[in-house]
């Protein structure tokens, strides 16, 4: 998750990653960062993110995507 977390904070620094939930309802995540997100999350946990697995549900907080990764990393 610290990973995770030092990934959102170059993207955000002035974000608490660690208590928002709102971050696609709320566009603090625009599509240029979620592409930006997507790759380092692809680099660093070797996990591919389909463009179907990109909903709020699995981007809106950081457990949200850490989720999203454990899970993709199991199969």
Do not use: G, Q, W
């Not at 030092?6 to 709102?22: A, Q």
């Not at 999203?68 to 199969?75: A, F, K, P, Q, T």
Request: with cysteine; aromatic share 6%; proline share 3%.
């Amino acid at each position: 998750m610290d990973e995770l977390l030092e990934i959102l904070e170059d993207l955000h620094p002035d974000v608490d990653f660690e208590s928002c939930d709102t971050l696609m309802d709320d566009k603090i995540l625009d599509d240029f960062d979620i592409s930006s997100l997507i790759s380092a999350i692809n680099d660093t946990f070797d996990v591919a993110i389909s463009a179907d697995e990109i909903t709020p549900e699995n981007f809106n907080s950081a457990e949200a995507i850490y989720d999203l990764i454990e899970r993709l990393s199991e199969e």
